[in-house]
């Protein structure tokens, strides 16, 4: 883990001693979080054997961003801890993580195997609440919100900032070729379920799992187990070369 002041700039979770990684899956944060905040998600995944690693918030440097989730991509497949592990290598975001990711995969960057998409913004998708309102509007889940509420390195006000025109403009979903999993509260008031479905409905290869009372962050919610299960559920799909996965619509 690299680490920046007190905020893990990257963050990693290995597969359990003993098990051969089975791939790789790199989490971009959404605005005003950090790699940490997906620790739970990240360790969730790794128990099922995938090496999962978590990067900076690219709205706050883009370029650092890049050039992290570039060098995982790009790295020789080990099966060390603390090193990229082999493909499939599957971007994962929230928020305008989740945009971040979708505009790498548009854009053909090379070493994506596919994207999971939470929480997608395909507007503009920005809020004046204060924060108390802010963290209802992220999370259902009491515990994570009591995570965010007392972690002083999540910046308060961050879903009021734009989300970037240029990356909503380029992050086409008919230019993003490589399998799509879309998972995304019913309930997310910050980006309507809706307008998402739209969205994901010109990508060549795209899920969109609707989870039922969910809000906009699908992966910190009250409902992480299910959007953990069924990311692995993808997972398995990409790593095995399998044909679609029947998943149901709408989750609970």
């Known amino acids: 883990m690299t680490i920046a002041g007190a905020v893990p700039v990257v963050a990693s979770w290995s597969e359990p001693e003993g098990i051969a990684p089975r791939g790789t899956v790199v989490v971009v944060p959404g605005r005003g979080e950090h790699a940490g905040v997906y620790e739970r998600f990240g360790r969730r995944i790794a128990a099922d054997g995938y090496r999962v690693w978590a990067v900076s918030d690219p ?31 599957v ?39 204060g924060w108390d309102d802010e963290l209802a509007l992220r999370t259902s889940c009491p515990t994570h919100r009591g995570r965010l509420a ?5 910046r308060h006000g961050a879903l009021g900032t734009a989300v970037p025109a240029e ?8 230019a993003v070729t490589v399998p799509v999993l879309g998972l995304h509260g019913d309930a997310d008031a910050l980006s309507p379920l809706a307008e998402a479905r739209r969205w994901y409905a010109q990508a060549p290869e795209a899920e969109l799992v609707a989870i039922a009372g969910g809000v906009h962050d699908a992966l910190n919610d009250q409902t992480h187990r299910t959007a953990a299960a069924t990311t692995v559920l993808f997972l398995e799909r990409l790593r095995l070369g399998a044909g679609p996965i029947a998943l149901p619509q709408d989750l609970t």
């Open 91 to 129: 971007l994962v975001g929230s928020d305008t993580g989740a945009l971040f990711a979708a505009l790498l995969a548009a854009e053909g960057t090379q070493g994506i195997a596919g994207v999971v998409l939470a929480g997608l913004p395909v507007a503009e998708a920005r809020s004046d609440a």
């Open 150 to 154: 007392a972690d002083d390195a999540v």
């Open 59 to 89: 709205t706050v440097d883009e370029g650092r961003a890049r050039a992290q989730v570039r060098a995982l991509l790009d790295s020789t497949p080990s099966t060390e801890a603390g090193e990229a592990g082999p493909p499939p290598r």
């Open 167 to 174: 990356w909503l403009a380029a992050a086409r979903a008919a």
